[in-house]
């Protein structure tokens, strides 16, 4: 089954920090891997995408993702957090079936940035 | 949030009523999808549509219905069938689904709950 995890519920920074936020991928075949931000009671907007090419890749906002096939990685960075960083933040990989390609989403992972 | 709109923004039903949450866009999106939101959980797949006039069950279908009789639009129905109809309703949509290179746009949300 194609699958992607977070494995951290939260994440807690200080601005001016960096920040990670991990994801790691189970996928049959490439994996195309999405990263989505969502503020409280919004929908979710779109960061950033791997598809194919270089691994590192650069999305909205100042945050970039480093792809790592041999770890089966996806994470989001930052080398600065903002305050106004903070939100609920989910990873996504496409997932083929017989009816099309669809995304199947991570759990969330809520990044606090403090003061 | 693109250009999706779904609306209400919040939304309080009770027991045995059937609801319909709107969802419109106007990026003339072909594909277009309903995901549910709990908290601590992620986004899991309610219906999707890949064109007018077809659509196809998620993970978690029962209890609900939905129509695609024009391109732009997308409405859910909760019906009593249901059983925990409380959450965060996100409509979202793509050019296709058949494109792997395609992101998909997120409406701002419908807050149900049942009374």
């Known amino acids: 089954a194609q699958s992607v995890a977070q494995p951290e519920d939260q994440v807690n920074v200080a601005e001016g920090n960096p920040l990670t936020v991990k994801c790691t991928y189970s996928v049959s075949g490439n994996p195309y891997l999405f990263w989505y931000v969502q503020y409280p009671n919004r929908g979710l907007q779109f960061l950033l995408k791997y598809i194919t090419g270089d691994n590192l890749v650069k999305g909205s906002y100042g945050f970039e993702a480093e792809f790592n096939k041999s770890q089966t990685s996806f994470h989001l960075k930052k080398p600065s957090a903002l305050v106004s960083d903070s939100a609920l933040y989910f990873c996504a990989v496409r997932v083929f079936n017989n009816a099309g390609n669809m995304l199947t989403f991570g759990g969330g992972t809520r990044l606090m940035v403090k003061p | 949030d693109g250009g999706i709109t779904q609306s209400p923004k919040y939304l309080f039903r009770k027991e045995g009523q059937n609801v319909t949450l709107s969802c419109e866009q106007n990026l003339n999106h072909d594909a277009m999808y309903w995901y549910r939101q709990d908290p601590g959980q992620g986004l899991r797949l309610i219906y999707y549509?890949?064109?007018?006039?077809?659509?196809q069950k998620g993970d978690i279908a029962e209890g609900y219905s939905v129509s695609r009789e024009k391109k732009e639009s997308f409405p859910l129905t909760v019906t009593s069938a249901q059983k925990n109809p409380t959450a965060f309703y996100l409509c979202?949509?793509?050019?296709?689904?058949?494109?792997?290179?395609?992101?998909?746009?997120f409406g701002p949300g419908t807050r149900l709950t049942v009374l």
């Open positions: 549509s890949q064109i007018v006039n077809d659509f």
């Open positions: 979202a949509s793509s050019i296709t689904s058949g494109s792997i290179y395609n992101e998909q746009f």
